[in-house]
């Protein structure tokens, strides 16, 4: 019920998010970049990632403090290697975005996402610290590879329109 409950709370905030700002003045986001597939893509690619990425750190803490009864200080310093990979994926994927196309290195980021995603299945109750710190390590990277190049990709979609002066 609770999970219902945040869906259908989610829908009808987003449905009056979408009707203030169609009627606002001076909208946060204007509604007309909504016409661009592309910005819709990366808006929906950015929103489950985010689930995804908040998810799996909510899922990690549990495992660790619920099922392995891990420490909450050993916890917080697994997760800094989520953090400081994800950092470290983000400032790589700034660099590369400059030789590679931002599409291939975000679908690079979301491959690695993805196996990251399917080795959790590989954990137990007698994984170590060092399967979780690999996992954890992986996914960040993943994570950092990916955010940034999606991003780009869904606002240099809008280059053309704005130079236009969105008008269509």
Do not use: H
Not at 9 to 27: C, D, G, M
Not at 69 to 75: G, Q, S
């Amino acid at each position: 019920p609770y999970v219902v409950f945040c869906l259908f709370a989610f829908l009808v905030l987003s449905i009056s998010t979408l009707l203030i700002e169609k009627i606002a003045k001076n909208p946060i986001i204007p509604i007309q970049l909504f016409k661009y597939p592309a910005f819709n893509i990366g808006c929906l690619t950015l929103f489950a990632i985010g689930s995804i990425a908040f998810s799996s750190v909510n899922v990690a803490v549990e495992y660790m403090g619920s099922g392995l009864l891990y420490d909450r200080f050993l916890i917080g310093k697994m997760l800094s290697i989520y953090g400081f990979t994800l950092g470290i994926g983000t400032l790589l994927a700034s660099i590369i975005m400059k030789k590679i196309s931002p599409v291939i290195l975000s679908l690079f980021g979301l491959v690695l996402l993805i196996i990251s995603l399917f080795l959790n299945n590989l954990l137990t109750i007698q994984s170590g610290l060092e399967e979780i710190f690999w996992l954890l390590f992986l996914r960040g990277f993943a994570l950092g590879i990916s955010i940034g190049p999606i991003t780009a990709s869904a606002l240099s979609s809008l280059i053309e329109p704005v130079n236009s002066g969105l008008s269509a």
